[in-house]
């Protein structure tokens, strides 16, 4: 490999300038190749040269894990998630989430809701935690006696459980920082890791207030991230911020270095999603489930286009939504790539810009956080009147309109921790 690298002549960086001008008729690159995107209000350039690149020390595992961390089974492996929201009879979604664990589904996320012990154990019954990773979602003081008894019966297995806020008292319980909210409601990609920031760096300093160490806190502190088919802004995102908390953890100074290392479940967002020409869904879920792979995500969740509307067969539309993570293992073998977009020279600028842009933001709403909610709304109203002029195409919905409609209907939009969750094709004002 050395030899076939020594017989090609590196360009310098003012013989590369030079041909870019050359190409481009004269027009200068900075005014040619320089892009702003007016939702993630970025301004970066599309052109570089090595000699400006600053990668070539960085290594995964190592650092600011920028670029990832080599995980435990393979370089990038992440579980697949499958959601439960826990109403109706538990012996019901019990036989659900046995037949999706066969199906090779190997992490289950389940909200408890206002289930007792009793719904708890039939939920429960014969699945192998050992072999899969749980999330629960807690609502009850006995809901969370009932994990920590399911923990001492499985102590090998990996289950966490999350809590609300009247819950979180107990500075031993997990806490999640569920930033995709902010992607969800339109907002963009330094708002999110603005929201993660503050919002990890607030529980970190409760729990080691409450007494634990630097190390066992941010154990505890895990983030959700939306995943979109924004594929280059989900990569950079998920870099950058795993950049930005690795920074904020360093300055506690803890024991273990891997203490800096974000855990984070990658969710894709249904902003863009169909109803009228169903099948561009799975072209966006599959886009977001790889680039947060990618990106170099522990956790990736593709909820069902199904759970936004009512179609003809939500059967098909729960099983390819499995069926995607599987696919970008099994036959795409990213899983045992470490950060496979780093030294892409493009990528590392992009990643670069929004850290910078995110850590600005950061620091902006420490004393003043209600200024985030309203520029997270502006972001998503701006997304409303590209969608309605046409200047953001979302193909099958806006453009190149199928000329059978699928049939369904849309179910109500939910509201999260920011406000209420945007689905351009559902929320946009009919003309």
């Not at 935690?129 to 990996?158: C, D, G, R, V």
């Not at 109203?381 to 590209?386: C, G, H, L, N, P």
Request: aromatic fraction near 10%.
């Amino acid at each position: 490999m050395t030899e076939l690298f020594s017989s090609f002549q590196a360009v310098s960086e003012s013989d590369f300038l030079a041909q870019l001008k050359k190409d481009l008729k004269g027009t200068p690159p900075e005014e040619a190749l320089h892009y702003f995107n007016q939702f993630e209000e970025l301004s970066y350039k599309g052109y570089h040269h090595r000699e400006r690149a600053n990668i070539a020390q960085e290594t995964p595992g190592v650092g600011d894990y920028k670029r990832g961390f080599i995980k435990q089974n393979k370089a990038n492996d992440w579980y697949n998630a499958k959601s439960f929201n826990c109403t109706g009879s538990p012996k019901l979604i019990n036989e659900k989430i046995m037949d999706t664990l066969m199906r090779d589904t190997n992490a289950l996320i389940i909200y408890l809701n206002e289930f007792n012990l009793e719904d708890c154990e039939l939920l429960v019954d014969q699945i192998g935690f050992e072999f899969i990773t749980t999330y629960f979602f807690a609502s009850t003081s006995a809901q969370i006696k009932w994990i920590n008894n399911l923990q001492q019966i499985h102590p090998t297995a990996h289950i966490y459980y999350y809590t609300n806020n009247e819950l979180s008292a107990n500075q031993n319980t997990n806490t999640l920082i569920d930033a995709s909210a902010v992607s969800a409601c339109g907002g963009n990609a330094k708002q999110e890791i603005a929201y993660a920031l503050k919002n990890g760096h607030d529980i970190l300093w409760k729990k080691i207030e409450a007494g634990m160490t630097v190390d066992d806190a941010c154990g505890k502190i895990h983030f959700q991230l939306g995943t979109s088919s924004d594929f280059f802004i989900t990569i950079a995102k998920i870099r950058a911020f795993r950049q930005l908390w690795s920074t904020i953890v360093a300055h506690y100074q803890p024991e273990h270095t891997c203490s800096k290392i974000a855990y984070i479940i990658g969710k894709a967002i249904p902003l863009n999603y169909s109803l009228i020409d169903q099948n561009t869904n799975l072209l966006r879920q599959t886009v977001a489930g790889m680039a947060g792979a990618i990106a170099g995500i522990n956790t990736l969740h593709i909820p069902s286009y199904s759970n936004y509307m009512e179609i003809e067969n939500p059967d098909r539309a729960e099983r390819i939504a499995s069926n995607i993570s599987l696919i970008l293992k099994e036959e795409s073998y990213i899983d045992i790539v470490c950060d496979a977009a780093g030294g892409a020279m493009a990528s590392e600028e992009l990643t670069d810009v929004i850290a910078a842009e995110s850590w600005t933001l950061f620091q902006s709403i420490q004393d003043h956080p209600d200024t985030l909610l309203t520029a997270i709304e502006q972001t998503a109203e701006k997304r409303i009147k590209a969608y309605i002029s046409g200047d953001k195409k979302v193909i099958g919905s806006n453009v190149f309109r199928p000329s059978n409609l699928d049939k369904g209907s849309w179910l109500q939009a939910k509201n999260n921790a920011i406000g209420k969750e945007l689905i351009l094709e559902r929320d946009t004002p009919k003309n």
